[in-house]
């Protein structure tokens, strides 16, 4: 296979560094405007919340490269930039300020002992940066004590840094006050992923406790600090103020729904035109759109990053290369599975066909939730899913009423995979009913087969997607056969198995009885349940879908063409004997 775009820039693939980027040959989209931005609309604390994989902590990392002191060579780092046209404030604020920069992604402990090392590691690492102020002829001794209290290594054989509850709530604002002292500049504070201790202590049960350290946390560093500049936070949830901002009245909000800063996290469109024509793949440009794009973020539409850049590298390597699920396998969807399992229970099972179907329905979100009550209603799942990017809106009706819809492709393919992992927990639960639809195909008996598949298909979400072909809703019908068939003991199952002339859909042998089955499924666009049926038996007959069978052996084949149509069904039987069949 010829490869593309040979010697052009990498690909930054999990690269949240601006300075690597810059300096070492990958592709960067410009989001250097964010900075001015900033600059024209900061409050005193501005909290930026935006789904997983959107580029929030290479946002931050480039706001810490521009405004931090002792960098020689920023101006170079941002030289063509956006920013760099803006020349006034770039020599009124680059290079200007000390910055206090944390993530914390990585606080996720199982208990409450390990997030809080992890969170004193987090601050450790970040307070080690400034080992000068050891040094400083502008702090007291007792100012230097202060900050070795928050450098101290565990010297008892475990790893990490050794803080008193008083010294890590503090830290923040113990470091800010540090470096004002030291550099005579109020100190601008970065805290990427605010959320994700609180995410984590909630499904650990140790929620109460990383509140109150939270809490107490960010009140002493953006509340009560009086060496802040300014602060920045991401992450994925806007946090009920009384959970951890209690009293916090100068938090400035950009949500997802905020037209600023719309475009500053995601790829626009002609972001995505342009890096597609640089590596020379404009012609996959119609499947990275149905499968990445459809965010709405304020007023404009965004891609993901992650998932661009990961199928373009994919596609350097091979041109011919299938899209698949990036997002998903970067975070578990409980989400969505705590969503299906809602249907019945306050949401109709008609909203949830209809998301599927490229469709909308409209609901009240509510963008300030606490992590320890998402899952207390059905309502509050609504606007989880919306916040983390599992729906998006497509126009705000009033108030906080929004016209809600699956994004692209990608998600909707997380919904109907968990739909089907679901279905297959439930199959594996019902022995009975398994029973009774294995006998009824083995028998030939169609009624009964038709009758048992649609008694699953009444359990399970019907897929009407207007946006993918019929084969591909085929293969949802395909998949929900397998999905039963895999549980009975003593059949040997194939897919897609090669006989005569084509390939069939399913292919079933049962040794013991010398009986095989072959079942070719159709989906019936227009309802038309029995010539689809007709039409699958047919195929079955002109493409030899039988022989295989026979030349392995077996006596009896049975041939079946099942039609599907939402959470219908017919089935038709003609069975065959000897390999003339």
Request: aromatic share 12%; net charge negative; glycine share 8%.
């Amino acid at each position: 296979m010829k490869r593309r775009s040979a010697g052009k820039k990498k690909l930054p693939i999990g690269i949240e560094s601006f300075e690597e980027i810059r300096t070492e040959g990958f592709y960067y989209v410009d989001k250097t405007g964010m900075i001015r931005e900033l600059l024209e609309n900061w409050g005193k604390v501005n909290l930026f919340t935006r789904p997983r994989r959107f580029g929030k902590s290479l946002n931050m990392d480039m706001l810490k490269t521009f405004f931090e002191v002792g960098n020689n060579h920023r101006k170079e780092l941002f030289e063509g930039m956006e920013i760099a046209e803006e020349t006034e404030l770039c020599e009124t604020y680059m290079g200007k300020f000390p910055v206090v920069s944390v993530s914390l992604k990585s606080v996720n402990g199982s208990d409450y002992a390990m997030a809080r090392e992890l969170l004193c590691s987090v601050i450790g690492m970040e307070a080690l940066r400034f080992q000068y102020l050891l040094e400083s002829d502008c702090l007291t001794d007792r100012e230097k004590q202060q900050y070795e209290q928050l450098v101290t290594i565990d010297r008892t054989g475990r790893t990490g840094f050794v803080m008193s509850d008083a010294a890590l709530t503090g830290s923040l604002k113990t470091l800010s006050f540090l470096l004002e002292k030291h550099y005579g500049k109020k100190v601008i504070i970065l805290i990427d992923e605010y959320d994700v201790p609180l995410a984590k202590a909630s499904e650990n049960g140790y929620y109460e406790q990383m509140v109150m350290v939270i809490r107490n946390m960010f009140e002493q560093a953006v509340k009560t600090n009086g060496s802040l500049q300014f602060a920045v936070m991401t992450g994925c949830l806007r946090v009920a103020k009384e959970s951890i901002f209690t009293g916090l009245n100068n938090l400035k909000i950009f949500p997802i729904t905020d037209a600023r800063f719309a475009e500053k996290f995601g790829f626009t469109d002609e972001e995505v035109r342009a890096l597609l024509e640089y590596y020379g793949l404009l012609d996959r440009y119609d499947t990275v759109k149905e499968w990445y794009d459809g965010y709405c973020f304020g007023d404009q539409r965004v891609y993901c990053p992650w998932d661009v850049i990961c199928y373009c590298s994919k596609l350097r390597a091979d041109p011919d290369a299938d899209p698949e699920n990036f997002w998903s396998n970067t975070s578990g969807n409980e989400v969505i599975r705590r969503f299906i399992e809602k249907t019945g229970k306050g949401m109709t099972k008609g909203e949830l066909e209809n998301l599927i179907a490229g469709e909308t329905v409209v609901k009240e979100i509510h963008q300030e939730l606490t992590y320890n009550r998402l899952y207390d209603s059905i309502d509050h799942l609504w606007s989880v899913l919306f916040v983390t990017g599992y729906l998006t809106q497509r126009g705000k009706v009033e108030g906080d009423l929004y016209h809600l819809a699956i994004p692209n492709r990608e998600i909707r393919q997380i919904y109907t995979r968990q739909i089907m992992t679901m279905f297959k927990e439930d199959v594996k639960r019902d022995g009975e009913a398994l029973q009774a639809f294995c006998e009824a195909l083995k028998n030939g008996d169609a009624d009964g087969v038709e009758r048992q598949f649609s008694a699953y298909l009444g359990r399970t979400v019907s897929i009407r997607d207007t946006f993918v072909r019929k084969d591909t809703k085929e293969n949802f019908y395909h998949g929900i056969l397998l999905g039963i068939l895999g549980f009975k003991d003593g059949w040997y199952v194939r897919s897609d198995r090669q006989s005569g002339d084509g390939y069939s859909d399913i292919q079933i042998r049962i040794d013991e009885e010398n009986t095989g089955i072959v079942i070719e499924v159709k989906y019936a666009q227009q309802g038309e349940l029995e010539a689809e049926c007709q039409n699958a038996l047919e195929q079955i007959r002109t493409k030899g879908y039988t022989e295989k069978l026979y030349e392995e052996g077996m006596e009896s084949v049975l041939q079946y063409g099942i039609a599907c149509f939402r959470n219908r069904c017919r089935a038709a039987v003609e069975r065959c004997q000897g390999a003339e069949g």
